[in-house]
């Protein structure tokens, strides 16, 4: 790739992830949400990986971080299902906004995500699937990006 | 009232994804501390742009992608000084 493109490219990423984040923090109330922030901040690492190289890449996603957050995003969200399940008896529910006056008002409060809006758990599972598709997609690209052809074999 | 939620897990966000951004010594793109403060000024004139995304009305600016911007270049320094 060329110069320019090399100078733009990762400045232009760190603004893409940002979007990505304002994405899944804007998931409960506003269009878009986890899958579509995280594909947001998984096609910023994808715009080095092709302008750079993967090897050459300034976003360097090892196989640790990206298996920690993979387990991370699947065990938070099923353990945010089955805190409903275990404070009110059904899986995912709203432990955070308590439609339906089932819990005591501590348990509501641990799970009430900080703002105006009463989305209760919703936030917390956006971000869980955020930091999953995030680096879900970019394994996926990273995988490809490492195949040889026959021709360079 | 201030919406935490966005200010808070904006930068934990930031901060996961800052933390993958290691000092690779073969890349062809070697910024200065002067390069990321231009990038934070842009990143302040992005989330003025947005204005108080989604719907909140406490700041003028999108909170969620200033501090999101903010963990990114934290979690960079972290791993650059480690």
């Known amino acids: 790739m060329g110069p320019i493109l090399k100078i733009f490219a990762f400045p232009a990423a760190i603004i893409l992830i940002c979007l990505g984040i304002l994405t899944i923090l804007g998931g409960h109330i506003t269009p878009g949400g986890g899958f579509q922030g995280g594909a947001m901040i998984a096609s910023a690492a994808i715009l080095c990986i092709i302008v750079y190289g993967i090897e050459k890449s300034p976003i ?15 065990l938070g969200y099923v353990l945010i299902g089955i805190a409903g399940l275990f404070f009110a008896g059904f899986f995912l529910y709203n432990t955070g906004a308590d439609f339906y006056n089932l819990l005591p008002q501590v348990i509501v409060n641990i799970f009430h995500y900080p703002d105006v809006t009463n989305a209760g758990i919703v936030p917390y599972l956006n971000i869980f699937v955020g930091l999953k598709v995030f680096v879900g997609l970019s394994a996926v690209v990273i995988a490809f990006s490492q195949f040889k052809s026959k021709e360079m074999e | 009232m201030i919406n935490f939620g966005p200010i808070f897990f904006g930068f934990i966000i930031g901060l996961l994804v800052g933390l993958s951004m290691k000092n690779n010594p073969k890349t062809e793109i070697s910024l200065t501390s002067g390069s990321f403060v231009v990038i934070t000024i842009v990143a302040i004139v992005c989330a003025w742009q947005l204005g108080p995304f989604p719907y909140y009305t406490d700041f003028p600016i999108a909170t969620g992608f200033l501090f999101g911007a903010i963990g990114l270049i934290f979690g960079k320094l972290l791993v650059s000084k480690a």
């Open chain 1, 60 to 74: 360097q996603l090892s196989h640790n971080f990206i298996s920690i957050i993979e387990s991370l995003g699947a």
